[in-house]
């Protein structure tokens, strides 16, 4: 079955970074488009970052020029590498793919 495990939470501080990575099983991982999404408390769950088979990359606005997303298709694994963090992006963090969601990372970024 579908398995989407992500890692690389934590708490740092506004203006630092961190990857996260979403470690998939169950499908054909390079066939498929794989997202990003994040929500905090009291709001929606909204998307950050798509990126399709073929590599090309979507972003949220609030997001362009600091988060990259990318996959490694011999590991399975889509990552989100999180630059100029800000406090507006704690959020818990998931990984999706078509029907399917992985449990979260909680990403916290002080001011």
């Known amino acids: 079955q579908v398995q989407l495990v992500e890692s690389g939470g934590g708490l740092v501080q506004a203006g630092g970074s961190l990857k996260l990575s979403c470690a998939a099983s169950g499908f054909i991982f390079s066939s498929d488009t794989m997202g990003w999404y994040r929500q905090a408390p009291g709001k929606q769950r909204e998307s950050v970052a798509v990126i399709i088979s073929g590599g090309i990359t979507n972003y949220a606005d609030s997001v362009k020029g600091r988060f990259t997303i990318s996959r490694d298709n011999a590991k399975n694994t889509v990552y989100l590498q999180m630059n100029s963090l800000k406090p507006d992006d704690t959020a818990v963090y998931y990984c999706?793919?078509?029907?399917?969601w992985g449990q979260g990372t909680q990403v916290t970024v002080s001011s």
């Open positions: 999706y793919r078509k029907g399917y």
